[in-house]
C-alpha cells in the first residue's frame, strides 16, 4: 500500500498525540489494519514525541536541570542530536531543553565572548526533515520575524545548521508560567489584572501583525523575576493572510491546540480569526481570578470534545468564588463588571466576544480606574455610579457643599415664607380692625343728635342696631363679624341683656369654628365670651365646659 501524504501523516499526529494511552492505542490499531506503514511512523513520532515529557508546561527552572535528580535523569536519557559544544551560526549548544514531535530546542550561548547572551534554539529534529515538517518550520521563523513587542519573545537569529537542518535563535525568558508566578507570591486582584492586560497588549500587538496564536495558555506565558510579562512559542501560530499552497486556517495542523483553552471553533474545525485568542485570553483571565478553569475538557479525542463543547456551559467567576472558602470579599469585588468582562471574552459565539485583545485590556483598564467598561451598555445610572465610585472624596466634598447650600437655601426660603405669612397676617389683622373702627363708628354716629332720632337711641337699640347691621353689611367678612358679634355679647351680658348676649356669643363662636384652623386661639376667645354669657344665666355646668374648651 502506498504511503500517506505528508498532510495525513501529520493531521493524524495531531489528533493521536492528545488521546489518553488507552484510546491512542485503539485508534493506532484501526490505522494499523488500514496502513501499517503509515501505523509504524505514527508510532515513532509518538514516541518521540513522549519522550519530551511535557517541555511547554515545565518552568525554566525544571528546564535547566534544578527541579530535582528525577528531571536530570530523564533528559539523559534522550540522546542529543547536537551535543554541547556544537556550533550552530553565531551559537554554541550548552544543553538540550526539551523535544517535540518534530523539533528540538537547546539552550545555547553566542560564541563571541564580547556578547554574553544566552538564547533558546530550535531545530527540527533528525529524520522528521521532511518537505512539509520543512516548510512549517521556516512559516514559525517567517512569524516569529513578524512580531515587535517588548513581551514577546524576540527572534534573534536564523539560519541553517553545519548538518543542513534549518533554526531559529530566540530571545532566553528566565521565567515561570503565570498563574504559578501569581500563585507564589498571592498576588492580589488587581495585580493579576494588571499582568492580563499586558498579556492582551501583547497578543493585540501580534494580531496587528495578522498573526493568531493559538495556543495561548500559561506554559506560553512566561513571567521574569522582575514581573516581565514574555509570551512564547507561536510554533502553531497562523497568518491571517497565509494561504501558501492552500494551507489555509483550517486544515495543516489546524487541530493542534491545548484543549482547557482552546476555542470552541478550533474543537469544531471552524475557521480561525483573532476572537479564537481572546477566548484563550477569558479562560486565562478567568483562571488567574478564580483559581479554576471556566470548564472541564479531558485529554480525548477530537470528536468526543466537539460533542462535549456544544453542551458547555461557562459560570460566572463571582460564583465560583461564593463557594464555601473565605473569598466573599473577592467575590463582591468581582460581581458586576469584572464578570461581563470574562464572560464576554468566553463567549461561544466568536462575534459576540471583544472584536480585539485590545479591546479586552481596554475594558480591563476601565474596570482598574473605575472607569465604565465597553462591555455593558451605556446607561446614565450606571455611568454616574462609576464616576462617584472613581471619584468618593471630591464627590463626597461636592456632595456636602451641596447639601449645606440646599439646607440653607432652604432655611432661608422658609424665613421668607414665615415673613411673608407674618406680613399678610399683620396686613389682615390692620386691615380688620380698621373695618371694625369704621363699623362702629358708623354705628355710634347713629346716636349723634344731629343725624335725625340718634338723641332718642337707647344703649340696648344702639346694640340691636348694631348687631343686625353685621349680618347686613359684613356678610362676607366672618372675621370682622365674629369680632364684633363676641364685643356684642360681651356688652350685652354686662347690661344684663343675657338672652341677646348668648346669642350673639353662639354666633360668634360658630363663624370662627366655620372659618379658623381647630387650634386658633381666637376660637378660645370666643368660648371665654360665651362661657360668661352662661355664667351670668347661671348654666354653671355648661359655663365650665365652655372655659375649658377655651383653655
Known sequence: MPAAPDSRWEELFDELVELPEPERARRLAELRAANADL???????????????????????????????????????????LPAGTTVGAWRVVSLLGRGGMGEVYLAERID???????????????????????????????????????????????????????????????????????????????????????????????????????????????????????????????????????????LGARALTPAYAAPEQILGDPISTATDVYALGVLLYELITGALPHRRDQRALQALASAVEHETVERPSSVLRRPGDRARLARRVTGDLDLIVMTAVHRDPARRYPSAQALANDLGHFLAGRPIRARPDEVGYRVRKFVGRHRLPVAAVGAAIAALIAGLAFSLWQAQAASREALRADAEAKRAERVKSFLISIFRQSDPEAGEGGKLTARELLERGAASVDAELAGEPQVQSELLDAVARIENNLGLLEQGLAHAQRALALRRASLPPADGRIGLSLEALGEVQRSRGAMDEARKSFEAAI
Not at 42 to 57: N, P, V
Not at 69 to 77: I, L, P, S, V, Y
Not at 125 to 138: N, P
Not at 205 to 214: F, K, N, Q, Y
Request: charged fraction near 25%.
Open 113 to 251: 565572548p564580547a556578547f554574553a547572551q544566552r538564547v533558546a534554539l530550535k531545530v527540527i529534529k533528525r529524520g522528521m526533515d521532511s518537505q512539509a515538517i520543512v516548510r512549517r518550520f521556516v512559516r514559525e521563523r517567517q512569524i516569529l520575524a513578524r512580531l515587535d513587542h517588548p513581551n514577546l519573545a524576540h527572534l534573534l537569529d536564523g539560519g541553517t545548521g553545519p548538518d543542513g537542518r534549518p533554526f531559529f535563535a530566540l530571545e532566553w525568558v528566565d521565567g515561570e508560567p503565570i498563574t504559578a508566578w501569581c500563585r507564589r507570591r498571592d498576588l492580589d486582584l488587581d495585580g493579576r489584572l494588571r499582568l492580563m492586560q499586558t498579556v492582551c497588549l501583547a497578543v493585540a500587538s501580534a494580531h496587528h501583525r495578522l498573526v493568531v496564536h493559538r495556543d495561548l495558555k500559561p506554559a506560553n506565558i512566561l513571567v521574569t523575576a522582575d514581573g516581565t510579562v514574555k509570551l512564547l512559542d507561536f510554533g502553531i501560530a497562523k497568518l491571517l493572510a497565509d494561504h501558501e499552497e492552500g494551507l489555509t486556517l483550517t486544515q
Open 39 to 81: 501505523a509504524g511512523r505514527l508510532e515513532r513520532l509518538l514516541a518521540a514525541d513522549a519522550a519530551a515529557t511535557g517541555f511547554l508546561d515545565r518552568s525554566t527552572l525544571d528546564l535547566l536541570g534544578r527541579a530535582g535528580a528525577a528531571a536530570a535523569e530523564a533528559e539523559a536519557e534522550v540522546e542529543q542530536s
